[in-house]
């Protein structure tokens, strides 16, 4: 009868520690964020700040992206929690076809009650 209980009582936690996680993952989807970027590799030249900014009128964030003399390209981007995750992961991982990313630094992130910056375009 022990066993019955500590299986339910068991089950009955990890229902709840589910239900607390998901609630706190819906309540992430939906908040609004901003975040800074530096990406370092072979990142000029390689149409980088194009497909940029096509991945994020695609994932429907907004933001801006631009070359810096120092060879990297900078930018922000904002939009809902899980958007500018996705994005952060874009910038991360695949860039252009032609790019290579060595590295990507995300700086500033912050929670924002309404959009600052409308659309995704490219600064020079």
Known sequence: MGSVVCICSLVVYSAVLLLAMSS???AEKGKLVSVDFEIF??????????YTEDQGKKLGVSGWVKNTRQGTVVGQVQGPYNKVNEMKMWLRKV???????DRAEFSNERDISKMEIHGFGTRY
């Open 24 to 26: 706190n993952v819906d």
């Open 41 to 50: 590799g072979n990142v000029q030249g390689v149409c980088f700040r194009m």
């Open 95 to 101: 860039g252009s076809p032609s790019s290579r990313i």
